[in-house]
C-alpha cells in the first residue's frame, strides 16, 4: 500500500502545483506611454515620485 500511496502523492503534488503556476501566471498587463504629451506626464510623476520618496515628502 505504501508505494501506491506514493504515486498518488507525486501525482496530486504535481497538479496541484501546476494549478499554483497558472493562478500566479493570471495578471493584468499596464500599458504606459511614452512618446507624447501623456508620456511626458508620466514621466514628469514618475521623476516627482523618486525625487519625494529621497527627499522625504510624502507623495501626492
Do not use: C, H
Request: positive net charge.
Amino acid at each position: 500500500m505504501t508505494p501506491t500511496y506514493y504515486l498518488l502523492l507525486g501525482v496530486f503534488s504535481i497538479l496541484f502545483l501546476n494549478w499554483i503556476k497558472s493562478k500566479k501566471s493570471e495578471g493584468t498587463t499596464i500599458q504606459m506611454s511614452s512618446t507624447g504629451r501623456s508620456g511626458a506626464n508620466n514621466y514628469d510623476q514618475a521623476i516627482f515620485s523618486i525625487w519625494n520618496s529621497v527627499s522625504g515628502n510624502p507623495t501626492s
